[in-house]
């Protein structure tokens, strides 16, 4: 079974310019999320999609960063305009139901310069 | 007070140790616990779910207690391939904690 798929694996910018993340989850699953990973801290929940609507993004910093999911499938995250506090590696993860274990992609390690 | 706190470690073991980390939560309403293990820069892996009646995977035991609000990990005779840093995942939003660091020593 194909795992989530990412990409880029990684991205290197300059502060104010823009950038986005794909992700491809698991077949069937219903429930997609977007972690925010700052080097020595836990996945920060950024969103989380149930099919292709919003269940949570009460942690998405709204003025610079907004997700979508098209047709319940695939995601795409942005930042507009990116900052250097940007700088983590941001992970897409995948689940059947909301109550069941996430599985997660390589992620995207983003550097802001 | 943080939705999921977790002991912040770092744990360094000798091999065949046995080490216990614990991670509380403050939503009394959770319905879902889970932990899981990410090695150096790589993604998140669940090692396991966490039961109400507890349970037990080889050399790995999770436990709940509703009662005081946390889930444990237990880790017996301790492998190097243990060290990696655990995490701990509570309630149907998914949210993790900050993470315990492991290393196990020869």
């Known amino acids: 079974e194909a795992g989530v798929a990412q990409s880029p694996r990684y991205k290197i910018i300059e502060k104010r310019q823009s950038v986005a993340f794909w992700c491809n989850p698991i077949?069937?699953?219903?429930?997609l999320y977007w972690y925010q990973q700052i080097l020595g801290q836990g996945p920060k929940l950024l969103i989380q999609f149930q099919n292709n609507g919003v269940v949570d993004d009460s942690q998405l910093p709204k003025d610079r960063f907004s997700a979508e999911r098209l047709k319940g499938v695939d995601s795409t995250l942005k930042i507009q305009p990116a900052k250097l506090e940007d700088s983590a590696v941001y992970l897409c993860?995948?689940?059947?139901?909301?109550?069941?274990?996430?599985?997660f992609g390589q992620g995207t390690r983003l550097t802001v310069v | 007070r943080k939705e999921v706190e977790q002991d912040p470690g770092p744990f360094n073991v000798p091999e065949g140790a046995t080490v216990a980390f614990n991670c509380t939560y403050s939503n009394s309403a959770s319905q879902s616990f889970f932990w899981y293990r990410q090695d150096c820069r790589k993604e998140p892996k669940l090692l396991m779910s966490v039961y109400s009646s507890g349970n037990e995977d080889g050399r790995f035991t999770a436990q709940l207690n509703r009662a005081s609000q946390y889930i444990s990990l237990l880790i017996r005779d301790s492998k190097l391939s243990d060290s990696a840093t655990y995490l701990c995942?509570?309630?149907?939003?998914?949210?993790f904690g900050a993470g315990t660091r492991l290393t196990v020593k020869p």
């Open positions: 993860a995948s689940s059947l139901i909301r109550v069941s274990e996430a599985f």
């Open positions: 077949s069937g699953h219903a429930t």
């Open positions: 995942v509570v309630n149907n939003d998914m949210r």
